[in-house]
């Protein structure tokens, strides 16, 4: 577990200097229970860092903010209401 700024981290990206002039990329991901924010939750989210082993990567899985959701909104993460409703008590 590395600290930042007094911060702990839980990542899984490698500390190593970066040359002079190089650029990283990172991929994120976020999926939703609905189509809009303050109605419905964010109930994961994920990020990659682009290297050709693609091996430095997060997932984390939230819990949600109501009981409001859309089944195919959550049918798209491949969760059900019943995989988010017991989150909720």
């Keep these: 577990m590395a600290e930042v700024a007094g911060r702990k981290s839980v990542h899984n990206f490698p500390r190593?200097?970066?040359?002079?002039?190089?650029?990283?990329y990172f991929m994120v991901d976020v999926e939703a229970d609905g189509p809009c924010p303050g109605r419905y939750s964010m109930v994961?989210?994920?990020?990659?860092?682009?290297?050709p082993a693609l091996d430095a990567s997060f997932f984390?899985?939230?819990?949600?903010?109501?009981?409001?959701?859309l089944a195919e909104a959550?049918?798209?993460?491949?969760?059900?209401?019943?995989?988010?409703?017991?989150?909720?008590?």
């Design 16 to 24: 190593l200097p970066a040359p002079a002039g190089t650029v990283s």
């Design 74 to 89: 959550l049918a798209n993460s491949g969760l059900s209401g019943a995989d988010i409703s017991p989150q909720l008590s």
């Design 60 to 69: 984390g899985r939230l819990r949600p903010a109501s009981d409001t959701f």
């Design 44 to 51: 994961s989210f994920g990020a990659i860092h682009v290297t």
